[in-house]
């Protein structure tokens, strides 16, 4: 296979056929060389072998490839490498501590929110961005939110009441902080 | 740096660091063919073609090959094909664990392109830079003949058993040896045997395409995202207290993601013997302890980005120790004053640990003081045997990573997954529930895979980091830091009466575990086994003393104790026979235990049900037919010719041949238990799941044999899968020569079940009684000679009526452990001016009851005299005083190369064994008994120098020859 992109130490590149460029992952920076066509989603996926982020169309049409964008929802599959440069990236990899879920994934887990789990990941990070702005969303809220995503298993009837349980886990997780805040 | 290579004829661009190997780079991209057995180029696993010439790729640099063309097996064959030289290596069964076969068989092609015809001796040549611990080389030799036979343009015919006619009883057979082809296994039938199909038969081994293709089989043939590599800091010293770990600078270090040692690991006490629940006591080790027992003992592991990385990190780690004195010699560990080596806290289960004293084991038949008593004559001797080491040549691997269940996987190289399992369980304070163990192919073991070495190692690392971790041993640290052979001190006192019988026995051992336990009980219990079965004798006294030393640890090696005590029990018998001028074989004969004699001393010394005080009685026997086989095939009357035993052209040299009676074990009697689940495809194909641990032995194949014959197919039909703790049932592994006899029942009674489901599906299907159907050639035969095919039985049964699965689940575990039995001959050649033997033939006939597979039996036989040649001639870890093994590389350990083999001949006597899977017994360890002292006592008969120690170097043996001539 040919290979289109190459880890490398973040020296300037003298390849014209090259771009160097520097995304943050996760909060990781990732200086890599790419071809200017590589899609972000297989940078992502083949590049920084985070797998979680998942392709399911090339047409921006499923929302499996969704990933945050500097905290907005963009379909990884639909958008070059090099548009990323500079700009934060998250993934379902990043959601999670090495001990803990995250409260949006402690809620698909409990409400049955994923049956084959393919679209799961652009799922959460939809409704990631969603609660993040929204921390209170009502149901049709939450369904115009995931809008962009297609499940073929659920019919979503319990992704949205994952993502309504993990609004309201998130809620009272932030006012218990605030308590804890408050008493300290 | 960029290089350009043409790999199997793609030219490749490819980038690598000056320092990296061939070897490296190719197992990067992905030539899982080119294979590790050391970095020295010592062991030829690594072989590659360049340019057509045969090299080792673990000691050429990838930029040496720059603009050069290299072969690997891969490029010989494309899918679904085979070279000419794969196919005769697969038919002649020249593959056992396939480790080296790559090699073996790119040598045989650089060989071939420029010899169409070569010599035996120009074969052994070519071959000689590849080491192999299995085959004794003698079918990869026999493998390069066919095809240089096939490439030629000869045609070639199916090898075939040779059925050789019985000497004591009347049979049909091949009445002269001379008409016998060299590839043909060679079979003494029994009139009891019944006529099978697939039983009995040579078939190619389930696994021999994958082997011969090279294709990735083996632990570390995956690629694994993100993975790290362990190094693990080894003690320099042989006994010391860690008196502080400083470990920032080695944490510091970039590209360093873990380091372990004592002050962050739990301190979980274990035995890491891979035995059944529970372990035999003492629970002596922990993953990391502040204590080092002997050089080569763990103190620190780190997991790093790179094996590079991770060395420099070891190097970073500051450790003080305390030194302390130590001991070696097992006969010094317990005299008064020795350093004691288990002084720690929460030490238990050892018999006395301030005396270094781990076991005290002592058995007793009849009265052995009165059978002294009333003997006419008592003979004593002390013998000694030493420390050699099971060399694989995959070494110890083990790679772990969390699955996105995120349960524990360890992909390892072991002969007991589920042991491993239950074992590590509790080190890594993981639930058994969150750990899988996968043991894929497997490149040889012989018993120091018997054990739950690494494993946690990496698990603790892969706990720590969340990435994969791989850790595989240097050659250096398999030998240094696995496990070996117990070195025993023998002591065997006898009492024979005026007419040549035994009436007591006494044998005393005083045996050298090293630093830790792990197999110390059970090894020993053995050597008292084995040590007072062979012959019988009314009164039989055994008394052992398991000793911890500073030596590197000792644990399971093919044949477990018994090798130690039938040197010394062999020697003694010869020497006893002498003394009382009684033919050798005659002596032997008037004592041996033979069919329904008791195995006495088995309730004595037993592990399973050993409290039931069942006495077992030999129910089959064949060693009286062995011996004759043996006795024509060595030419034994030759000895008593003066001009044979003295050339007259070479009067430095003496000739001499030599004897031993051997007798083993088939499983631990009520302890060992494997279990097999088969279940019908749509095809009438059948998986076969099993938990036994093919590690070359040819399990997988022979227990597809036995499946086969159960079902009426051919073996082709039975797809083997073994062995995965998620996947397959239990078993309890690969040792005490349990796996044709234990896990061939349970496969035996899984297939009968799954026959049954068969007959009644096929009852229906042909509209008549159960009663008289019979399953053969893929169908199901009425009485009336109507039948149904297994692809229309399993069509009907999974889609079409009262639908279900056809499948079927046993498990087996046996009250008896019946003995196979051997005639081990040797000739050697003793220079008296030097010291040098050389041995010329090594001739073994062995009754393993009926055979399944004759060849893959035949390979056993042959590859084993081979390590026990080893271990009896050159085979030995040498130390300086301080502990340190002088020759921890296959240079100076020397094992057998191709271009050095003796003569090998090994004939397969039938009995039928009732109790075993259509008449088997045990084949796997009964090899390495004899070798040892057969040597031994042509050395004697060659010179009359009785030599009571191991190996049979030339300095010892030139020894000898002063004090007694």
């Not at chain 2, 097996?73 to 020249?94: K, R, W």
């Not at chain 2, 080790?285 to 790179?306: C, I, L, M, P």
């Not at chain 2, 036994?692 to 036995?706: N, V």
Request: charged share 20%; glycine share 8%; hydrophobic share 40%.
């Amino acid at each position: 296979m040919t290979s289109l992109f190459t880890k490398v130490s973040p020296e300037p590149t003298t390849d014209a056929g090259v771009r160097r460029i520097t995304v943050s992952i996760n909060g990781n920076q990732h200086t890599v060389d790419v071809e200017p066509r590589l899609l972000l989603a297989h940078l992502i996926r083949q590049g920084l072998d985070l797998t979680g982020t998942h392709t399911g169309c090339d047409t921006t049409h499923c929302g499996a490839c969704t990933v945050l964008f500097d905290g907005t929802p963009v379909k990884s599959c639909t958008m070059f490498a090099v548009q990323a440069e500079g700009h934060e990236i998250t993934t379902v990899e990043g959601l999670a501590t090495a001990s803990e879920l995250h409260p949006i994934q402690e809620s698909f887990k409990d409400e049955h929110g994923l049956q084959c789990g393919f679209c799961t990941p652009g799922m959460m990070l939809t409704a990631k961005a969603l609660l993040d702005e929204n921390p209170d969303p009502t149901e049709d809220e939450v369904r115009w939110a995931l809008s962009g995503n297609l499940c073929r298993c659920t019919g979503y009837q319990n992704i949205v009441k994952s993502v309504l349980a993990a609004a309201a886990r998130l809620r009272s997780q932030g006012a218990t902080d605030e308590e804890e805040g408050e008493t300290s | 740096m960029n290089i350009t290579i043409v790999i199997n004829g793609d030219e490749r661009q490819l980038v690598c660091a000056p320092h990296e190997t061939l070897m490296s780079v190719l197992r990067r991209e992905g030539f899982y063919s080119v294979r590790f057995g050391s970095d020295t180029g010592e062991t030829g696993a690594a072989a590659v073609l360049m340019d057509g010439r045969l090299v080792s790729s673990d000691v050429l640099l990838a930029a040496q090959a720059d603009g050069h063309q290299i072969e690997t097996v891969e490029g010989m064959a494309p899918p679904m094909s085979l070279h000419p030289i794969q196919e005769a290596f697969i038919a002649t069964g020249a593959i056992q664990s396939g480790y080296s076969t790559p090699a073996t068989i790119l040598a045989a092609k650089e060989l071939l392109g420029s010899h169409p015809d070569p010599s035996e001796a120009q074969i052994r040549d070519a071959l000689s830079g590849i080491l192999d611990r299995e085959t004794g080389y003698l079918r990869p030799v026999l493998a390069v003949q066919r095809a240089a036979a096939a490439l030629r343009g000869e045609s070639l015919s199916d090898v075939e058993i040779a059925i050789v006619a019985p000497l004591t009883f009347e049979m049909d057979g091949i009445a002269d040896p001379e008409q016998i082809p060299a590839v043909s296994p060679k079979v003494v039938p029994n009139p009891e045997v019944p006529d099978t199909k697939v039983v009995g038969h040579p078939e190619i081994k389930v696994d021999a395409l994958k082997l011969a293709k090279g294709n990735p089989a083996f632990v570390d043939d995956i690629d694994m995202r993100h993975m790290l590599y362990a190094k693990v800091l080894y003690s320099p010293h042989a006994h010391a207290r860690i008196v502080s770990i400083d470990d920032s600078k080695a944490r510091a270090l970039s590209g360093v993601k873990a380091v372990l040692h004592h002050q962050n690991v739990a301190r979980v006490r274990y035995a890491s013997g891979g035995q059944s629940y529970p372990n035999p006591l003492p629970y002596d080790q922990v993953s990391f302890d502040n204590k080092v027992r002997y050089v080569g003992d763990r103190v620190a592991a780190v997991a790093a980005e790179t094996v590079e990385i991770a060395q420099e990190a070891l190097r970073l780690i500051d450790v003080t120790y305390e030194v302390l004195p130590a001991v070696f010699d097992e006969n010094e560990a317990i005299a008064e004053g020795a350093p004691v080596i288990h002084d720690e806290e929460g030490m238990e289960g050892a018999h006395d640990a301030g005396r270094n004293v781990v076991h005290q084991i002592h058995a007793d038949v009849g009265d052995v003081e009165s059978g002294f008593a009333e003997a006419d004559e008592i003979f004593e001797q002390v013998f000694q045997v030493h420390q050699v080491q099971q060399a694989p040549i995959e070494p110890h691997i083990s790679i772990a990573y969390w699955d996105s269940d995120e349960r524990l996987v360890i992909r390892t190289s072991t002969q007991v997954p589920f042991h491993v399992r239950r074992m590590v369980a509790p080190l890594l304070d993981l639930p058994i529930k969150r750990i899988r163990i996968i043991k894929p192919r497997i490149g040889g073991g012989f018993g120091v895979k018997q054990e739950m070495l690494i494993e946690d190692i990496v698990g603790h690392l892969t706990i720590a980091t969340g990435r994969p971790v791989r850790y595989e041993l240097t050659r250096e640290e398999e030998f240094v830091s696995s496990r070996t052979r117990h070195p025993q001190t023998i002591t065997f006192r006898t009492g024979v009466n005026a007419s040549g019988y035994l009436v007591a026995q006494d044998m005393k051992v005083v045996a050298n575990t090293g630093a830790y336990g792990t197999h110390g009980l059970t090894v020993q219990l053995v050597s008292g086994l084995r040590g007072l079965s062979s012959y019988k004798s009314p009164n039989k006294r055994y008394h052992c003393e398991v000793v911890y030393t500073n030596l590197p640890v000792p644990g399971a090696y093919r044949g477990y104790g018994a090798p130690q005590a039938l040197f010394a029990l062999e020697a003694h018998m010869e020497d006893i026979a002498k003394a009382l001028s009684i033919e050798s074989l005659e002596f032997r004969r008037m004592n041996w235990t033979t069919e329904g004699d008791p195995l006495d001393v088995a309730p004595e010394l037993g592990e399973g049900e050993s409290d039931s005080g069942f006495v077992p009685v030999v129910t089959s026997c064949g060693i009286e037919e062995c011996v004759a086989q043996g006795e024509r095939s060595i030419g034994w009357q030759r000895r008593l010719d003066p001009e044979w035993q003295q050339p007259a052209d070479r009067p430095h040299i003496r000739r001499g041949l030599g004897f031993a009676m051997c007798m083993h074990g088939s499983a631990i009697p009520g302890l060992d238990m494997a279990s097999a689940s088969i279940k019908i495809n749509d095809d009438g194909s059948f998986n076969l799941l099993i938990g036994a641990a093919d590690l070359g032995t040819g399990a997988d194949t022979i227990l597809g044999q036995i499946a086969a014959e159960v079902l009426g197919v051919p073996l082709d039909d039975i797809l083997v899968y073994a062995a995965d703790t998620d996947m397959t049932p239990f078993d309890t592994g690969a040792y005490a020569s349990s796996t044709t006899y234990i896990s061939g029942m349970a496969v035996k009674r899984a297939a009968d079940a799954v026959r049954s489901q068969i007959v009644e599906r096929a009852a229906l299907l042909l509209d008549e009684g159960t009663g008289g159907i019979e399953l053969r050639d893929r169908q199901a035969w009425s009485t009336d000679g109507r039948s149904v095919g297994l692809a229309e039985i399993a069509l009907s049964s999974l889609h079409q009526a009262q639908q279900h699965q056809i499948m079927g689940t046993a498990s087996y575990v046996s009250p008896e452990s019946p003995p196979p039995y051997a005639a081990q001959f040797a000739e050697v050649e003793v220079d008296i001016e030097t010291g040098q033997v050389t041995v010329k033939a090594l001739v073994m006939a062995v009754d393993c009851g009926v055979a399944i597979n004759p060849v893959t039996a035949s390979g056993q036989v042959e590859g084993g005299m081979v390590q026990a040649l080893g271990y009896g001639h050159c085979e030995e870890m040498a130390y300086d005083d301080e502990g340190r093994m002088v020759n921890p590389r296959f240079g100076p350990y020397w094992i057998y190369r191709a271009d050095e083999m003796p003569r090998i001949d090994t004939y397969l006597v039938q009995t039928m064994e009732k109790s075993g899977p259509f008449g088997a017994k045990a084949i796997a360890e009964i090899p390495k008994d004899g070798v040892a002292p057969a040597i031994r006592n042509a050395i004697a008969d060659a010179t009359g120098a009785r030599i009571n120690a191991i190996p049979f170097t030339p300095e010892r043996v030139w020894q000898a020859l002063q004090t007694s001539s």
